[in-house]
């Protein structure tokens, strides 16, 4: 194994254990995990670790609600990938330790967002009939996402279109898969709860800081480091 892959390795598992029931122990995992990706400085010259490749994440649905596509934007964004989704994936392509590492983001804000939902819907909803928890919560994880969405513009540049091209033609020619755009998604304002409901999301999302340490502007071939802070109900 080679010292980036060494690398790659201790980077997942601090992230793995950023999942960690335990707040403490999650932060530190988390914390060691961006130390690591800042001291490496990680960049394009490194031998074999910036070819374009793809990082696949089951999400579970047949077919991808609004707010997990968005987030999945956010996401890629914040690592100069492109997101994609087939049925029940959502693929991140893009230079391969960003596009390793957008993967295990995506999986720990999806299960943020989710353990959000479910407290939000215990919490401020809890004797609504089966169907409005279903409406509403919808609605709580669009505006999750719309936060979320929102602190990655203020500092991630947006990649090319050819370099879009390019993401695309890799898993359409190396993976051969037929893939659609993750793209981000308008909410419809309701009068059913459903905008209360968003601004309690968007309330939580934007706590929820996906941080670049470099402006990709500025190094766009330097690997961005991550921090993510569990939004509090």
Not at 79 to 103: I, K, L, M, N
Request: some cysteine; proline content about 3%.
């Amino acid at each position: 194994m080679s010292n980036n892959d060494k690398l790659m390795e201790r980077i997942r598992k601090c992230l793995a254990l950023s999942e960690s029931a335990n707040e403490h122990e999650a932060a530190a995992a988390m914390r060691q995990a961006r130390k690591l990706m800042e001291k490496a400085g990680l960049t394009a010259s490194d031998v074999g670790l910036f070819e374009i490749t793809d990082q696949q994440v089951d999400v579970g649905y047949s077919r991808l609600p609004s707010w997990a596509a968005n987030l999945s934007v956010a996401v890629a964004q914040a690592f100069a990938c492109t997101a994609f989704h087939g049925q029940r994936q959502v693929s991140f392509v893009g230079p391969s330790a960003c596009a390793d590492v957008a993967g295990y983001c995506f999986e720990i804000l999806l299960r943020q967002l989710k353990k959000a939902r479910k407290e939000f819907i215990e919490s401020r909803i809890p004797f609504a009939p089966p169907g409005k928890k279903r409406t509403l919560g919808h609605a709580f994880c669009f505006g999750w996402s719309q936060g979320i969405s929102k602190t990655v513009q203020s500092y991630a540049a947006a990649i090319t279109e050819q370099q879009r091209d390019s993401h695309k033609d890799y898993l359409q020619k190396v993976r051969n898969k037929e893939v659609g755009d993750s793209k981000r998604r308008r909410f419809q304002t309701r009068d059913d709860g459903s905008s209360w409901a968003a601004s309690n999301g968007l309330a939580q999302g934007a706590k929820v800081d996906i941080h670049q340490g470099v402006a990709a502007s500025s190094q766009p071939d330097r690997l961005s480091h991550l921090a993510t802070e569990e939004a509090q109900p």
